[in-house]
């Protein structure tokens, strides 16, 4: 049973910064491309980051360039979204998600496996 486990979200003021932690088990994690997504209330779940499966190759969204940084441990079948400079629009639930695609990967429909998800709150 293929699991992903969120966790490190939390209550930050404005220009903290956050670290998220996915933690995945039941799946070979260096064959999956990893995603985190978000969702504010009443809006759609957006795409965030993406690494490709050996964290060689990211890409993120123009909301959070230069600000979030993800990264991945193979060894630990772990995820990560360092995130920096936050403000209140980063408020929302953060999702990681697994995806068999070999590439840079920013669709949430192509991501197969999905986390359940780590609320991050920011204060002005």
């Known amino acids: 049973q293929v699991q992903l486990v969120e966790s490190g979200g939390g209550l930050v003021q404005a220009g903290g910064s956050l670290r998220l932690s996915c933690a995945a088990s039941?799946?070979?994690?260096?064959?999956?491309?990893m995603g985190w997504f978000r969702q504010a209330p009443g809006k759609e779940r957006e795409f965030v980051a993406t690494s490709t499966r050996s964290g060689s190759s990211t890409y993120y969204g123009d909301s959070v360039k230069g600000r979030f940084t993800i990264s991945r441990d193979n060894a630990k079948n772990t995820a990560y979204l360092q995130m920096d400079s936050l403000n209140p629009e980063d408020t929302a639930v953060y999702y990681c998600?697994?995806?068999?695609?070999?590439?840079?990967?920013?669709?949430?429909?192509?991501?197969?496996?999905w986390g359940q998800g780590t609320q991050v709150t920011v204060s002005s």
């Open positions: 039941g799946l070979t994690f260096s064959l999956y491309g």
């Open positions: 998600a697994a995806t068999t695609y070999p590439t840079i990967e920013t669709i949430k429909a192509n991501y197969y496996y």
